[in-house]
């Protein structure tokens, strides 16, 4: 079992990471609770990807390590994908590197979103801009959304209460789709 995360954070330590991670290890937690013994987890960061995705895309040559980035997402049984606001969108080298794989590539993967941001204002963001992106690459996309403002994250990697709870709703909602698709 393949579970897979995008982090479009490019700071480090990356709150956009956090959240990613959190989703994550808490849907691996449940698929081992339900007996699925072998689990891997793998944080895929765009920041560690931007350079040859904007090589590529202005230059037309693939590099090795984004190759295998993009084998990688596509190769998933579920995804956690996640982006910093910017501009009230995605973040473009998020944007970037979802760019590179082919429409429908993503054809039926479960998915959960989150983005972070630093106000509430943005909170519509996983709806207007990143759910269409990713439906677009064929992704299954799920109910619960996620968007982290620094007040959701004590000490940049804590969730308080609310934030906890929507976590684990998203990763109930990840590891049921798998479940259900006989992953």
Request: proline share 5%; aromatic share 2%; charged share 20%.
């Amino acid at each position: 079992m393949r579970l897979v995360g995008l982090s479009g954070g490019v700071g480090i330590p990356s709150s956009t990471t956090t959240v990613v991670r959190l989703v994550l290890d808490a849907a691996a937690a449940l698929l081992r609770d339900r007996g699925v013994a072998d689990v891997e987890v793998t944080v895929l960061e765009v920041r560690d990807l931007a350079v040859a995705a904007a090589s590529e895309t202005v230059g037309g040559l693939r590099e090795p390590h984004l190759d295998a980035a993009l084998r990688t997402l596509e190769g998933a049984d579920a995804l956690v994908v996640a982006s910093p606001v910017f501009r009230g969108s995605y973040a473009g080298v998020f944007k970037a590197v979802l760019d590179l794989l082919e429409p429908g590539s993503l054809r039926g993967t479960p998915t959960a979103l989150a983005a972070t941001s630093g106000t509430v204002r943005h909170t519509l963001v996983t709806e207007h801009a990143m759910r269409p992106l990713l439906s677009y690459l064929g992704a299954l996309t799920l109910p619960t959304t996620i968007v982290a403002t620094p007040e959701d994250l004590v000490l940049g990697s804590r969730p308080v209460p609310e934030l906890a709870a929507r976590v684990t709703r998203s990763a109930r909602e990840l590891a049921d789709a798998v479940a259900r698709m006989g992953a």
